[in-house]
């Protein structure tokens, strides 16, 4: 079928007549040339040679046109179109050739109604029509120079076009026709609109209400709508419109959303409740019998009491009664203020009980009352509205009530804006959230927003500072005093451990503490975990000043958490408190990360992440079953709602947009496209296994870099989709209890490189069913994303030799993931979690370990689960003067002679075993011992290496050797010590 092109052929429209797609500039090119010889040729022939875009288009010809043809297919009379065409450039008109240009004319109103009919009975010639008016109605509506233009003149007559289509159909079908012109779409064409309307005023006939989405669709939704109407039963009507929504297209449940009759019959259902309510005495009870109605209503009847009148009333008339106190004269009145503080109760007791959407809907309908409060103490002699300490604090109860809701932050603002607090009460407010750990009261912040009040943001800063140097400060003293000396006993022998060694005497160390050890580790946390939540949202509110406001304190409200002890407190949070990182309002906390300059490698930002896919992408998945088409559909919708075009979080990751929405395809790509058959189908397990694989290597390879924490965040997420899946579809995936099992598992999900060899042979080998059932109805296994972070950072400062930051890190991380994973109840929960979170923020607990010196048995016994002899233990416990231990360093001198951590146990045992061997260790101790306090800054091992810049002392005395009082700078040096002291070589041992 030949194809239109607009005046300037510049774009080609589409067979709908309206949308169009821009010309390459090659075809505009030829376009123009074939209009321009058309227009020279009609000249020629003594027709025009200009366009009339009112009435004439221009087409294109492709093989097998005909003018007949065109005719036939554009419903326009076939000589007006010859004789449109009689050009000198084309003598015969039988002969037309494909890319030939050809001048239509438009389809006139009679010719479009007296077209053939459509199978609805519709005249084909219809769609024509609507283009034609769509076209003029856009040209008016855009035009060069509207004031060249009669605007009223061209309306009228593409209305009198309009009643001319309607006066050449039968006059039974007029109504419906009008309505179908009606129902199309003219947002860029006005005008159009306007004259359809006018056109119905002047036949008198009726427009029903459209959502201009088009005649099929809104017809359609017309059926549903009456179909739900013909129902006398409220109930039973709203039960026949959602399930006709249901089973409609998006399009037709657009048009639904949009109908006043479908608000009119969801408003309907809810007559009993709303009859009871206007029914009700005291307007308390009235809010109480609507809130519960309405919390109990669907989805739709809601929407449709949001913007009812009645329910509006409601609300209106408790606003008034509210507000009686406040209008009555006061003429005389010696505590003018005690008429509002009336007024606040009746609020206090309205909004008490009622949800906060409720509560802060009856705010909204108070605003225009206080506003006439206002004006009534003014005129009454006084500035405005009195109000004490008293009302001021119940003022402030009640809009904390509403303060998360869409509208609290406004209406607090608008209260402020009045003048209606006492700053008395708002400072007794204010300082009273600080020392009891409660949000900034919201007057507080709405009155900080106001210009003016410079000394009093000085206050609210000051109030969240205090909250953080107090509350927190003593907190995380506390936290850090009760994990000091399990802090220290893991950073001095976590590095000689292996993960089961380390397990074991973590778990020895709480057995010996009892039982209250660990309760109160947990009360601690939990303390922290709340403070942190709440620092966190005294920075959203601060945050929330206006920018100009906000600029001057800026560096104070990032240093709300540029501190340990803050920091800490805030990656408890949010590891324990699920709430802060779940959809929306993580989404906002990513955001305040990102404007504190918290984002990229920083340790909260890593927390923020695994704690942000935790909640939003593997909360979805973790009752994920692999024989569940619909639940794995659901779960990769989820992942992608997660994950696609997130800005926000891409930035705190450092990554682009379409970097994340890779991860988001990734990540929703390892579910099976189909589901699993019931039973063992190991082929089929090992395909999804080999897919996993590859989306770790995509991970790596194409959005994250290997060496970055969220690296392995986003891969450990990746295999927990896949075992939790597998899990429950009743695949042996992970079950064997076994610790060294276990362990080599941890290490496969956070290791790079992991291929499916290693994912089969762990399916294929971990057996025990009683495992599974625990995972499976525990959801334990989501919980592992707190090992992978700190797994993370671990792997990072193994890397970089820091035995101190990486036996704590590492050791706590896959302890804490095996802990998690198998049910251990010893330490996999408040312990685990809770050195793990130290290490990640960069409070490791060997930063204040002066006192005690933990020169005790206690560490003798937790050392010796490294597999040191009981008289290696012994000797190793002393510490240094700045209170370090030998032991990290002794590991990391066997490193560099290209020991394991075991083979350097073993040489350690090696040393008292000889003559006066004893002694020799020691005194070896007491070399390395200097060497932590006079050369490696806060004993960081990794500074330790081969050799020393400048001199190195190759001649060490025997005396000063076996004294103890060297500290060697190097290997180098120490290769050089052990000879003096009679002790062999690490290097026999590698």
Do not use: C
């Amino acid at each position: 079928m030949s194809y239109r092109i607009d005046i300037e052929a510049l774009r080609r429209y589409s067979t709908d007549g309206v949308t169009s797609t821009a010309l390459t500039q090659a075809q505009q090119q030829r376009f123009e040339n074939a209009v321009e010889d058309a227009l020279e040729g009609r000249s020629s022939a003594g027709g025009s040679g200009e366009l009339d875009a009112g009435e004439e288009r221009i087409f294109v010809i492709e093989e097998g046109d005909s003018l007949a043809k065109l005719a036939d297919e554009l419903n326009v009379d076939f000589n007006e179109l010859v004789e449109l065409n009689q050009r000198e450039d084309m003598p015969n008109l039988d002969k037309i050739d494909s890319g030939d240009v050809v001048f239509v004319p438009q389809t006139s109103p009679e010719e479009a109604a007296a077209s053939p009919r459509n199978e609805q009975g519709v005249p084909e010639g219809e769609q024509d029509f609507v283009n034609s008016l769509y076209e003029q109605g856009n040209d008016l509506e855009y035009a060069d120079d509207p004031s060249t233009i009669d605007y009223d003149a061209e309306v009228g007559q593409l209305s009198t076009d309009v009643q001319s289509y309607l006066n050449a159909l039968p006059p039974s079908e007029r109504q419906d026709a009008l309505q179908r012109l009606y129902d199309n779409d003219w947002v860029d064409a006005g005008p159009a609109q306007m004259a359809i309307e006018q056109a119905a005023e002047d036949l008198n006939l009726e427009l029903g209400e459209t959502s201009h989405a088009g005649p099929e669709v809104e017809g359609q939704a017309r059926e549903i709508i009456d179909r739900a109407k013909g129902e006398s039963d409220p109930e039973e009507a709203l039960r026949v419109l959602e399930e006709g929504y249901d089973d409609a297209s998006p399009a037709v449940q657009s048009a639904i959303d949009r109908s006043s009759d479908a608000r009119e019959i969801a408003e309907n259902a809810a007559s009993d409740f709303m009859s009871e309510a206007q029914a009700a005495d005291d307007p308390g009870e009235a809010l109480r019998i609507y809130e519960e109605g309405y919390n109990n209503a669907s989805e739709r009847v809601q929407q449709a009491l949001d913007d009812s009148s009645d329910a509006q009333a409601l609300f209106d008339e408790a606003a008034e009664w509210a507000a009686e106190p406040m209008m009555e004269d006061l003429d005389g009145a010696d505590m003018p203020a005690a008429k509002t503080l009336q007024t606040m109760d009746r609020l206090d007791a309205l909004t008490n009980d009622l949800d906060p959407e409720t509560a802060a809907r009856l705010m909204d309908a108070m605003l225009p009352q206080l506003e006439q409060a206002q004006q009534h103490f003014r005129d009454e002699g006084y500035a405005g509205i009195e109000i004490g300490i008293d009302g001021t604090l119940t003022l402030n109860d009640i809009l904390d009530r509403i303060a998360d809701t869409e509208s609290g932050g406004d209406i607090a603002n608008q209260v402020a804006e009045m003048g209606l607090f006492d700053m008395n009460g708002v400072r007794s407010a204010l300082q009273q959230a600080a020392s009891e750990g409660n949000r900034l009261p919201s007057l507080a912040i709405a009155i900080a927003s106001l210009d003016g009040v410079g000394s009093f943001r000085e206050e609210v800063i000051s109030a969240a500072e205090q909250f953080r140097d107090q509350t927190i400060g003593d907190q995380s003293e506390a936290y850090y005093g009760h994990l000091e000396e399990l802090g220290y006993l893991i950073s001095s022998g976590g590095s000689a451990m292996t993960q089961e060694q380390l397990e074991a005497a973590i778990e020895d160390y709480i057995d010996s503490k009892g039982d209250g050890w660990s309760e109160d580790l947990e009360g601690l946390r939990e303390d922290l975990a709340d403070s942190g939540a709440t620092l966190l949202e005294h920075i959203q509110q601060l945050q929330s000043l206006p920018d100009e406001v906000r600029s001057e304190y800026q560096d104070r409200i990032d240093g709300l958490i540029d501190d340990p002890n803050a920091q800490l407190a805030v990656s408890t949070a949010l590891q324990e408190n699920p709430e802060l990182v779940r959809g929306e309002a993580g989404d906002k906390l990513v955001e305040t990360f990102n404007e504190l300059g918290i984002k990229g490698d920083d340790p909260l930002a890593v927390t923020l992440v695994g704690a942000y896919l935790n909640e939003n992408v593997l909360g979805s998945t973790q009752d994920l079953d692999f024989t569940d088409a619909d639940a794995m559909a659901d779960a990769r919708s989820a992942i992608e709602g997660a994950l696609s075009n997130k800005p926000e979080l891409a930035q705190l990751l450092g990554v682009s947009t379409s970097d994340l929405n890779e991860v988001a395809t990734l990540l929703s790509g390892v579910i099976p496209s189909e589901p699993l058959p019931d039973g063992d189908d190991f082929g089929r397990v090992n395909g999804i296994l080999r897919n996993l694989n590859n989306t770790l290597d995509k991970i790596d390879e194409k959005v994250l870099l290997r060496s970055t924490p969220f690296n392995t965040v986003f891969r450990t997420t990746a295999f927990t989709i896949v075992g939790s899946g597998l899990i429950n579809a009743g695949h042996n995936f992970i079950e064997n209890p076994d610790p060294r099992t276990a362990a080599e598992l941890g290490v496969a999900m956070s290791r790079v490189g992991v291929d499916s060899a290693q994912l089969v042979a762990a399916y294929r080998n971990i057996t025990d069913t009683g495992t599974v059932h625990n995972l499976k109805t525990a959801g334990k296994f989501v919980h592992i994303m707190g090992a992978a972070l700190a797994g993370a950072d671990a792997i990072m400062r193994f890397q970089e030799g820091d035995y101190w930051g990486a036996g704590l890190n590492a050791a706590a991380a896959t302890g804490v993931g095996i802990a998690v994973i198998w049910g251990s109840t010893s330490w996999g929960g408040p312990v685990g979690f809770g050195i793990a979170t130290a290490a990640s923020v960069g409070l490791l607990i060997k930063e204040s370990m002066e006192e005690p010196p933990y020169q005790t048995q206690t560490t003798a016994d937790f050392l010796a689960h490294a597999g040191l002899s009981e008289e290696a233990a012994d000797i190793l416990i002393k510490r240094s003067e700045d209170g370090y231990n030998a032991l990290p360093l002794l590991m990391r001198y066997g490193e560099l002679h290209g020991l394991t951590p075991e083979q350097t146990v073993d040489w350690i045992n090696s040393i008292p075993e000889g003559e006066n061997g004893d002694v020799m260790l020691g005194a070896l101790r007491d070399n390395l011992l200097n060497t932590l306090d006079d050369h490696l800054a806060d004993g960081n091992v990794n500074q330790f290496d081969e050799h020393a810049d400048g001199f190195e002392n190759f001649s060490p005395s025997l005396g000063e050797s076996r004294a103890g009082v060297l500290s060697p700078r190097s290997a180098f040096e120490l290769d050089h010590i052990l000879p003096q002291l009679d002790i062999e070589s690490p290097e026999a041992y590698a």
